[in-house]
């Protein structure tokens, strides 16, 4: 196969304004990009990197991948705006011939891709718009039905398999999603039950959603849509969405600017949040709490991809509202991204104790913010799984994971703590 060369334009938010150019290349084999600044956005007083990796400058910033792993052919900003594995196999099976990164990318609809980097035609119009518009909420119940039958696109309409890709997005994970919009037009990511469901797991993530702001961290807000039926819908609220405003995102990967999901630590993103955050302290101390959360609830699922970042002016940056915590109850309780180098990825609260200070949580602030924690999901985690119509046999069934060795830990490390400790 000879070599194939693709130029794009990458602007920024809702005004396009052009921050730089990726130069894509293909040869069969091996997919490379190159991304470079413009100079326009480089004399921009208000232009800032796109990742702390990649500072303002004239250097090009490579990136390349084989086809054993190519999401590492563009650069991680970039890359955080590609479909993960549900929004790529809808993209395979409607789509015929090899198909290269930046395909993937640009097949996400512009208006629903996630973050504020957009990607222009050499007539300077946003790739992709050909999709149908955005879904309303009174169209979840053929969403769902869509997202079931998506198995065999062959025999799906093409107009039902467009509407399926163009509210799929960028949305990462592997079950069956779609962006909607609510009553006020804000853009949610509607999560599916499917038939092969054993578990209520959209039910489980709301509750566990509303725990995690009970306890004091800032979570996506989430609802749930048709909660009645057997197959109940879980409704995320879009945080890179505003009054018609894009919000510049990355992932924790691409934050650090690491190859892969896993292999990272806490105290890595604490470090990259003491250099870069907007609010060091109080931001290292969020993430803090976020771990404590994590390993009470048993979260496994706590790769780099699933914790994000929000663009807050100047180049610094904040923690994004945490998604995608998932009480796994029968899982082995490790980290997918460990505490710190000395601990691993043993999900502990005694190494979590221990690493409080790198965070800069004092022990003692950390402990009484361990008995507060965990105090509000021994009171409240079953009230939540039942407002989310979750059954008395289905609330035994999560048990496990919110009642377990490291919860009897935390409530023999913390016995006369008090739970009311102001945050450090």
Known sequence: MSKQTKRVRVALGERLQLVGEIVFETDGRRQTSMFRYTVDWLENPHGFPIAPSMPLGESPFYASASNVNPRDSLPGPVSDGSPDSWGRGLIRRARSGALTELDYLLAVDDLTRQGSLRYLDEEGLPLSRSYPPVPRLNELARLRSLASAAGNAAAMASSDMDQLLGSAGSLGGTRPKASVRDESGHLHIAKFTTDDDSMPIERAEVATLKLARAA??????????????????????????????????????????????????????????????????????????????????????????????????GGRWTLSPAFDINPQPFRRRQLETGISELSGNTASIEAALEASPIFG?????????????????????????????????????????FDHDETRIARR?????????SRS
């Open 216 to 313: 004091g961290i800032r979570a996506a807000s989430a609802r749930l849509e048709l909660a009645k039926t057997n197959r109940p819908v879980a409704l995320i609220k879009r945080f890179d969405r505003s009054m018609g405003k894009r919000f510049s995102y990355l992932s924790a990967q691409s934050f650090l600017g690491t190859r892969a999901a896993t292999g990272a630590f806490y105290t890595d993103i604490s470090e990259s949040l003491r250099a870069h955050a907007l609010d060091p302290r109080e931001q290292m101390a969020e993430l803090y709490r976020r771990i404590l959360f994590t390993i009470l609830v048993s979260n496994t699922d706590d790769h780099l991809k699933n914790h994000g970042l929000l663009h807050a002016g």
């Open 361 to 401: 949580v004092p022990r003692d602030a950390a402990a009484a913010e361990l008995s507060r924690i965990t105090s509000i999901i021994d009171e409240q985690w079953q009230p939540n799984c039942l407002a989310a119509g979750m059954t008395v046999e289905e609330i035994a069934l999560y048990r496990p994971a």
């Open 413 to 421: 490390i913390t016995a006369g703590a008090h739970p009311q400790a």
